[in-house]
Structure formats: structure tokens, C-alpha cells
């Protein structure tokens, strides 16, 4: 398994608080697109934050790749998510002051990737994502569409193990959406793995492999979806 939780707890505030997350335990295979879904104030983003090492596990364990997160400082976390982790934002958290060529550049800049070796990964992501004639534009100058695929190859520049999204088509209209997530499934037909938390129950149907819903901090249900093509020529 890529991803395993092992009866993870997430409480803030006092131990008598109701917890975040509820001794979560699941795996998630390689490979997969596996969507998060449920009401607000589930636990879906926090969910999120502990696989992607942004917060950490009041109890319990999460591993990923066969690594335990728990034990690791704050340097190895960085570290970890610099390497492992591509993380994608509902309001695409693109520097402005940066064209979309240095906006991508920014995690390879930070994992110290050769510069001539990262620049042209970023315009071979660029051109893959259809966007390689933006490369000197501004992200005030583009679609909300525009801007997420950015976001995307930022997310891909350091080709991680794991691909999340959290809420990533929240911002954009139906049709900016789908198009995002077709370059979503496309990247996992490639062997991206990726978790997406969305409240988009029609586009999880659609997309994902397993959709897991949270109820409360703990998991209600999980189920396994008909397969896509299936799915997408009914849709």
C-alpha cells in the first residue's frame, strides 16, 4: 500500500475534545484515484494535512512508501513533501509577482533540482497541460482553468509519489472543472496516484476508483466505483 493510517486521532484543543478525526484506519493502493468526501467539518482536510505531513496525528500512525511520518522532525517532513507530496488548492495559491514558468519552478528551486534540468521538466509539464504558450504570462492574466493546470504541473514538478487535491475544481465553473479532471484522470492512467477531497458526489462517481466519505471524523462509508469507462459513457 502507498498510503497507510493506522487508528488515527486528530483532537485540537483538550484530550476531552471532540476529535477531528476519529481513529481512522485506511490504506490506499498505488495507482489509485481515491476520493475523500463528506459534510462539512468531517474531517476531510484534515485528513489531507496528516497524509501530506502538514499537521500531525494526535495518536496512531500514517505511513507512506513504508515510512513512518510520526517520527520524523520538522526538517525530514519538509523534506518529505518536497519529494513525495504534490499538493493542488482550491484558489490555486499561485504567487502573483511570479510568471507561470517561476510559479512552477518554485518547489524544484526549493528540493534543489539542477536548474537547466527543472526548466525543462516545467516546459515539458507546461506543454503536456496544453499551457506551454502562457509561460511568461501572469497568473492575473489567465482562466480560473489556466491557473489550476499551473497549479497542477507546480504539484507534478518534483514528480511525486502522491498527487492531492483539496477541493481542486471548488473555484471553477462545470465545464473548467471537468477539464481539470480529465487531466487528472489522464495523469493517472500514467500511474499518478491521487487523492481528492471533493463534496462533487456526480464527479467522484465519474473519476474515482474508491470513494471514502467521513462522517464525523471517522469513516461511514467506502466503496469501490464501476469502472470509469462504464461510468463516463453513461454520463
Known amino acids: 500500500m502507498l498510503v497507510a493510517l493506522d487508528q488515527v486521532t486528530k483532537r485540537y484543543g483538550s484530550a476531552t475534545s471532540q476529535p477531528a478525526l476519529d481513529a481512522i484506519s485506511l ?4 495507482g489509485k484515484i481515491t476520493a475523500i468526501m463528506g459534510p462539512s467539518g468531517s474531517g476531510k482536510s484534515t485528513l489531507l494535512n496528516l497524509i501530506a505531513g502538514l499537521d500531525r496525528p494526535t495518536s496512531g500512525s500514517i505511513a507512506v512508501q513504508g515510512k513512518l511520518l510520526n517520527g520524523l522532525g520538522e526538517g525530514a517532513l519538509a523534506r518529505y513533501r518536497r519529494t513525495t507530496v504534490g499538493l493542488i488548492f482550491q484558489f490555486f495559491n499561485l504567487l502573483e509577482n511570479l510568471t507561470v514558468l517561476d510559479n512552477v519552478l518554485v518547489p524544484a528551486q526549493l528540493s534543489g533540482m539542477n536548474r537547466k534540468a527543472a526548466r525543462a521538466r516545467a516546459r515539458l ?6 499551457i506551454a504558450a502562457l509561460e511568461r504570462s501572469y497568473p492575473a492574466r489567465l482562466s480560473g482553468g489556466q491557473r489550476q493546470r499551473v497549479a497542477v504541473a507546480r504539484a507534478l514538478i518534483n514528480k511525486p509519489a502522491l498527487l492531492m487535491g483539496d477541493e481542486p475544481t471548488g473555484a471553477l465553473d462545470s465545464h473548467a472543472g471537468e477539464q481539470v479532471l480529465d487531466l487528472l484522470q489522464d495523469l493517472n492512467r500514467g500511474g499518478q496516484t491521487i487523492i481528492l477531497v471533493t463534496h462533487d458526489t456526480r464527479l467522484a462517481e465519474r473519476y474515482a476508483d474508491d470513494i471514502v466519505t467521513l462522517v464525523d471524523g471517522a469513516i461511514a462509508n467506502r466503496e469501490s466505483t464501476a469502472p470509469r469507462s462504464i461510468v463516463r459513457a453513461l454520463s
Open 27 to 30: 490504506e490506499i493502493a498505488a
Open 125 to 130: 509539464l507546461l506543454d503536456q497541460l496544453g
